[in-house]
């Protein structure tokens, strides 16, 4: 094969019970939706030649390139709260690992490749809406400074999937920092298996804790970057949809990007995925959620310490550092959408304040802030008495700039990208991309249609995993 790509695969050197060596199935007819030049370029990838028919085939599965040591891993997780015992790669298989010019190592991976020994009734197939909504919430989150997963490929399949109707295929490829969740360890604890906890711990540490050099501060560490990354969502409006403990990534990135959607009226309730008939994962519960994942985390490594019983304290006493770590992250990030570069303590309740006029109003909540940044706070919901305050306070617009963006891939836009695309037009796919990858300054013409917040008729209320 004249496609190179330079792997090395650590989690193949694991031990072999925590994954099943599989290849992904092949498709019957390739085509391209989009590869991600920049991406490759930025991982030293040769992206002419990613954009060869070579590479389409790999993206789909059909090729399998030199050095590649394909598998399907092993977790288990919480859903909504229950245990589930047994998950894994029911529809991905990672392709294997290469090391970027930066010297972070970083797995790719396809997703929607074919069954695996973990797929149970599923077909492992996923569907162009899905692998569209990914592409471009991964690539916005990461153009917005969200720790995330990355989209390197995207493909259709020329095979139909079966789900309430008949949709296209196809295969997303994704580029992570790994794709070890809370689940992977959750389930060898659970299986007693704490050779395995220990193999994986040791893995997790040398490549996203290297200087950690123990548990306890693995886990210490792995708070605080969750304390950050919710604290971001939280600064975007962005709900993740399904947090369960399988959808948590110990790197501390943004994961699986099922039911999620930047919201447009603010509402602290709001929920979107209609898997949530409950509301677990809703916006304002996003941190207690992320702080639940950690405990099992948590849980999850006491066997690795050699006192048991102190274990559980010491692990209690770090996590709860959680809301300490996460209020400040929370201060400053929405001290900048303020236009305040360093937020104090008595700056929440004016912060809080315009949350609780822009709930009331229904403000929408990018163009809300963003109303500030551009000396324009009626806009936000805001009264004459809190713009008033606001503007004592001496708010710096260029700050808020920085912090708050223009654009965010709004839901009914990304539905609109994914009908043409089903009707064969990518033009609509490209020129969103081009607009939500360039979130504080996008072009103003390509950017119109994705500032405005939806219409009545175009309102999106529900997502679907739609797997
Ligand atoms: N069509 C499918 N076929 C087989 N397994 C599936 C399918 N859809 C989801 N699964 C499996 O069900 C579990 C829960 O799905 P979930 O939507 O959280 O993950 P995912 O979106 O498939 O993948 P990831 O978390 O890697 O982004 C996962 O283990 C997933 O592999
Ligand atoms: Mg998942």
């Known amino acids: 094969m004249s496609l190179h790509i330079p792997f090395d695969n650590s989690y193949a050197r694991l031990p072999d019970r925590l994954f099943t060596r599989q290849a992904p199935v092949p498709v019957a007819s390739p085509g391209w939706i989009a590869l991600?030049?920049?991406?490759?370029?930025?991982?030293?990838l040769d992206a002419q030649?990613?954009?060869?028919?070579?590479?389409?085939?790999?993206?789909?599965?059909?090729a399998v390139p030199d050095g590649a040591a394909p598998?399907?891993?092993?977790?288990?997780?919480?859903?909504?709260?229950?245990?589930?015992?047994q998950l894994g790669d029911g529809r991905a298989i990672?392709?294997?690992?290469?090391?970027?010019?930066?010297?972070?190592?970083?797995?790719?991976?396809?997703?929607?490749?074919?069954?695996?020994?973990?797929?149970?009734?599923?077909?492992?197939?996923?569907?162009?809406?899905?692998?569209?909504?990914?592409?471009?919430?991964?690539?916005?989150?990461?153009?917005?400074?969200?720790?995330?997963?990355r989209?390197?490929?995207?493909?259709?399949?020329?095979?139909?999937?079966?789900?309430?109707?008949?949709?296209?295929?196809?295969?997303?490829?994704?580029?992570?920092?790994?794709?070890?969740?809370?689940?992977?360890?959750?389930?060898?604890?659970?299986?007693?298996?704490?050779?395995g906890l220990r193999a994986l711990a040791d893995h997790t540490m040398a490549r996203h804790y290297p200087d950690a050099g123990s548990v306890p501060e693995m886990l210490a560490q792995m708070v605080a970057r969750q304390a950050d990354l919710i604290a971001r969502w939280m600064s975007l409006g962005f709900i993740h949809g399904v947090m369960n403990t399988d959808n948590c990534s110990v790197a501390g990135e943004t994961i699986d990007y099922g039911p999620c959607a930047f919201m447009d009226g603010y509402h602290p309730g709001r929920v979107f995925s209609s898997i949530d008939a409950h509301g677990r994962y809703a916006y304002g519960n996003q941190p207690q959620v992320a702080l639940w994942n950690i405990a099992q985390f948590a849980t999850a490594l006491v066997p690795l310490m050699p006192n048991q019983d102190r274990a559980v304290e010491d692990f209690t006493a770090i996590i709860n550092r959680f809301a300490d770590l996460y209020q400040s992250a929370w201060l400053d990030r929405f001290g900048?959408?303020?236009?305040?570069a360093e937020p104090t303590p008595e700056d929440r309740a004016l912060i809080e304040a315009l949350l609780t006029a822009m709930s009331a109003?229904?403000?929408?909540?990018?163009?809300?802030?963003?109303?500030?940044a551009e000396d324009a706070p009626e806009r936000s919901g805001a009264d004459a008495d809190w713009i008033a305050r606001w503007r004592a306070r001496g708010p710096d617009l260029s700050v808020a700039a920085a912090a708050n963006p223009v654009v965010v891939p709004r839901l009914h836009r990304i539905e609109a990208t994914i009908t043409a695309a089903m009707a064969g037009d990518?033009?609509?796919f490209d020129d969103m991309l081009t607009v939500v990858t360039a979130p504080f300054e996008p072009d103003p013409a390509l950017a119109k249609i994705h500032v405005a917040p939806p219409a009545g008729h175009e309102k999106v209320d529900k997502t679907f995993c739609g797997t």
């Open 49 to 62: 030649a990613l954009r060869s028919d070579e590479g389409l085939r790999v993206f789909a599965g059909n």
């Open 336 to 340: 900048a959408k303020i236009g305040l």
């Open 151 to 195: 989209a390197l490929a995207a493909v259709t399949t020329g095979e139909e999937v079966i789900r309430e109707t008949v949709l296209p295929g196809a295969v997303l490829t994704r580029v992570a920092q790994s794709h070890i969740r809370v689940g992977t360890f959750q389930i060898l604890t659970a299986r007693g298996d704490h050779d």
């Open 94 to 149: 990672l392709l294997g690992e290469i090391l970027g010019p930066d010297g972070i190592r970083r797995d790719i991976a396809l997703k929607g490749s074919g069954r695996t020994p973990y797929s149970r009734m599923g077909d492992g197939r996923a569907w162009l809406g899905p692998v569209i909504r990914e592409y471009i919430m991964s690539e916005a989150m990461h153009a917005l400074g969200v720790p995330t997963t």
């Open 71 to 85: 598998l399907a891993q092993l977790y288990a997780g919480h859903q909504f709260g229950q245990w589930n015992p």
């Open 36 to 44: 991600n030049d920049r991406l490759a370029r930025d991982l030293d």
């Open 361 to 372: 109003a229904g403000t929408d909540f990018t163009n809300g802030f963003r109303a500030l």
């Open 426 to 428: 990518l033009s609509v």
